[in-house]
């Protein structure tokens, strides 16, 4: 994989998001930004209710799989959780996917679908950068599906 990057098509308004959202957060009293020079992190505590997080935990049980990264083989063991998408329409999913959309302060439509993780003790997922590389072949499809990403809402569920 060629890591020489000439262009970033969408450089501009990765950076408009990213002030937005950063000073969206910065600005509720609920939301802490994790003290690390390692990356920009904010936390947000009981973002999830008990009851939610079991219910997020069943569903992942659901569509776990060995996660993928698109050409990289789970043989490779880069990465070695399992992984799995939620059903975008189902009521439960749209209703937490707004909660985050609505925290964010971004568009519905800049959302991927929300995909769930599981790692065993001794599972993991090699140090990467959570961007696309627009020089691969992968990237005309991620272009379609809105371009690069802008922020990552994570949840540790238990």
């Keep these: 994989m060629s890591t020489t990057i000439t262009t970033w098509p969408d450089k501009d308004a990765l950076k408009r998001v990213g ?34 997080c079991q219910r997020l935990v069943r569903m992942i049980d659901t569509v776990a799989r060995p996660s993928q990264l698109h050409d990289t083989a789970y043989v490779s063991k880069f990465r070695t959780s399992y992984s799995g998408n939620f059903d975008p329409w189902d009521p439960f999913v749209m209703s937490v996917s707004r909660r985050i959309d609505d925290l964010l302060g971004l568009a519905s439509k800049c959302g991927e679908t929300i995909q769930g993780q599981r790692y065993l003790p001794g599972q993991e997922f090699k140090a990467h950068c959570d961007w696309f590389y627009p020089d691969q072949p992968y990237w005309p499809q991620e272009q379609r599906r809105g371009g690069q990403r802008s922020w990552t809402a994570m949840a540790f569920l238990n």
């Design 19 to 52: 002030t937005a959202v950063r000073k969206r957060l910065a600005a509720d009293p609920g939301i802490y930004r994790v003290p690390t020079d390692k990356a920009e992190i904010f936390a947000v505590g009981d973002f999830f209710t008990p009851a939610e």
